[in-house]
Structures are given as structure tokens and as C-alpha cells.
């Protein structure tokens, strides 16, 4: 199908601008690369760009960003555009077209200008995944973003539960379903992990976990081919985690053994692939996933590497301190040493794996 669109001498003609943004929208959506498909999309949208309204305009970029194909006459074309109807912009629409631009590092200062000035008119009414998404985009009004997301985040931390009590209630819950949102986005969740007393791993780990994650796409990738297609393999996040711990025993557990127990090691899992679910029946013992949020609503979050990863970890713990660490030893849990570093990588590391 793509082939024929791409080929399609009357793509311009035989579509409206709806048609075209759908076009892409879809294939972006899926993570689906056809430069040739998104060069006569971007080839008919020009010859009538005029015709398009503001969520077309916004989802055209968003679309060419999401597949990271900077087409810059096009952008042009686009972003002249949209100074000239943003104004009619949604919140929705604003953060769309702002993050679009600078991820193609294209962001005319114009434009973004533009964009800026209808958040700072609106900045009270945002949602919060709109706030993200353009505090993330490091606009001029970002001082008033960041101000906005900072009080959202601290209302998060104030809901978040303390206590098992709090966990297994509903007040949680129902603050998720009114956030609507699974992240602050980049700078936002940077400043939720400090205030939590989570701080950013040092280059060298970063480095290592880049070439571990690397080595692991190579190796996989024709593994998957078999359950997938090479044109969305690209889409694979994968999470790298070191850890070094030392973990308590009870002296009920063996009394002839140290009182702690060293725990060191690494793990890499990868999105939607976790093997060690299938051994316990697709069930967690340690954590809960968020099932209420509006963002995400059909994602299973269970098979987030990330999750995965902190889930196994638990188990590891558990086993190093030989069952001890159960659901009556919350006091000993508490008393768990070392560190644990994660960096989680998108799709666009994975890319380079898929050439020859």
C-alpha cells in the first residue's frame, strides 16, 4: 500500500488535506518509515497548504517528526502557516506543533515565538500533558510552564501513597484519573525524580548502557523479525539497569550466615518482551501497575521495561535474602543498601541496527 500511495501521480488531486494528514498521521503512528510516502505527502500539502486547518497543520508535523524526517523546505512552508492561523490553535495542536519542531531541530524562532505567546495567554488553562510537552520544547515562556508544572508535581508527590494502607485505597486512584497523564514529560519527571531523591547517572553508566543496548538490538533483531516486520522494529525501547546492593538476612533465616548478603549484577529487558512473566502467570508480586490514566488507557504497563526490570529485581532481592523479606518484614525491606541505575532508551537508538 505504500508503494502504490507513494507512486500515486494524483496524491495531491485525489486527496483532501484530511486525507493527507491522515496518511501520515497513521503511518507515524505505527512507526512505519516510507520516506518516499511522506516526500508526496509533503509534496501535495505544499501545493495547497492554505486549505489545511490548525490540527492538520499540527499533526502533518507531529507526523514527520515522529519518524524523524526533517524535510525542511516543507517545514517552512509549514511553520509559515502556522503563524498565520495560531491563533485557532488548540492547546492540543500548540504542543503537537512545538514539540514537531524541535525535535527536527527546525524551530524557527518566528514560530516558536508565535506558539509562545498563545501558551503564555493560556498558560492557566493547560493540561498538564500539554504543559509537558511544551516545557520540554523550551520555549520563551518556559519559566511560566515550568512554574505550572512545578505545582502539579508537588500535588502528585502530596497524593502519592506513603504507606501500604495508602496504596491499596482509592485516593490514589482517583487522583491518577483526574492527572490524565502517565508522565510530566522530559524536564518534568527529571524534577519529580529529584524531589524523590533520585538523581541522574553519571556519564561513563549512561555510555555503557548505550553500547550494551546497542549490542543487544544487533543481536536480537532478526530474532524478532519472525514476529514483527523490519519496518517497525525500530519502535523497541529497551531499559539497561545496573545494580549493587547489600541485603539483609534474618537471623531466623540461617543464623549461621552474615547478617547481609551482597546483590550485584545487571539486567537489559526490552518493551513488551518479558519472558519471567510467563513463569509466575502473567502475575506481579511487588508492583502495581496505574490503570486509570486517560493517556495510555490500553497500555499494559506491566510489559514497560522498566517495570519489568524493578519487578525481577524485587524477586532477586527476595531470593538473596532467602524469603525474609516478605510481606511481614517491611521494617528489614527498609533496610536495603546500595544503588540501582537505569537508563531506558526510545526507538531512535535502535535505528542504526537495521541498516546491512
Not at 516510507?34 to 505527502?41: D, P
Amino acid at each position: 500500500m505504500c508503494h502504490a500511495l507513494s507512486k500515486s501521480a494524483n496524491l495531491g488531486i485525489d486527496c483532501t488535506p484530511r486525507d493527507l494528514e491522515s496518511i501520515a498521521w497513521a503511518f507515524a503512528r505505527l512507526g512505519i518509515e516510507k520516506e518516499a510516502l511522506m516526500g508526496a505527502i509533503s509534496e501535495a500539502a505544499m501545493q495547497r497548504i492554505h486549505d489545511f486547518r490548525p490540527m492538520d497543520l499540527a499533526n502533518l508535523a507531529w507526523a514527520f517528526a515522529t519518524l524523524g524526517l526533517p524535510d525542511e523546505p516543507f517545514m517552512r512552508v509549514l511553520a509559515a502557516e502556522v503563524i498565520k492561523q495560531v491563533s485557532e490553535f488548540s492547546s492540543q495542536a500548540l504542543s503537537h506543533t512545538a514539540w514537531a519542531f524541535s525535535v527536527l531541530n527546525c524551530a524557527l524562532p518566528e514560530l516558536m515565538d508565535a506558539i509562545s505567546a498563545q501558551v503564555s495567554a493560556r498558560v492557566g488553562e493547560l493540561e498538564v500533558q500539554h504543559i509537558a510537552v511544551l516545557l520540554d520544547a523550551r520555549l520563551s515562556c518556559q519559566d511560566a510552564l515550568g512554574r505550572r508544572m512545578g505545582a502539579m508535581i508537588r500535588q502528585f508527590l502530596q497524593a502519592f501513597p506513603k504507606s501500604e494502607e495508602e496504596r491499596r485505597g482509592p485516593a490514589y486512584p482517583k487522583f491518577l484519573r483526574i492527572l490524565q497523564v502517565d508522565n510530566f514529560g522530559f524536564l518534568g519527571n527529571q524534577f519529580l525524580l529529584e524531589m524523590l531523591g533520585i538523581h541522574k547517572a553519571d556519564a561513563k553508566f549512561r555510555r555503557r548502557a548505550s553500547e550494551q543496548v546497542r549490542q543487544y538490538i544487533r543481536q536480537n533483531n532478526d530474532v524478532l523479525k519472525t514476529l514483527t516486520t523490519q519496518d517497525v522494529l525500530h519502535n523497541r525501547v529497551c531499559s539497561f539497569t545496573e545494580y549493587r546492593l547489600r541485603i539483609p538476612r534474618a537471623a531466623q533465616a540461617d543464623p549461621d550466615c552474615a547478617t547481609s548478603v551482597p546483590l550485584v549484577g545487571v539486567m537489559l529487558r526490552d518493551n513488551g518482551y518479558w519472558t519471567a512473566s510467563a513463569t509466575r502467570g502473567g502475575k506481579c508480586r511487588w508492583l502495581k501497575a496505574a490503570q486509570c490514566v486517560k493517556v495510555g488507557a490500553l497500555v499494559d504497563r506491566t510489559l514497560c521495561s522498566e517495570f519489568q526490570t524493578l519487578e525481577e529485581l524485587c524477586d532477586c532481592i527476595e531470593k538473596a535474602a532467602r524469603g525474609s523479606l516478605g510481606s511481614s518484614g517491611s521494617e528489614q525491606r527498609a533496610t536495603v543498601q546500595g544503588g540501582v541505575k537505569q537508563k531506558s532508551f526510545p526507538r531512535r537508538l535502535a535505528s542504526p541496527a537495521l541498516e546491512p
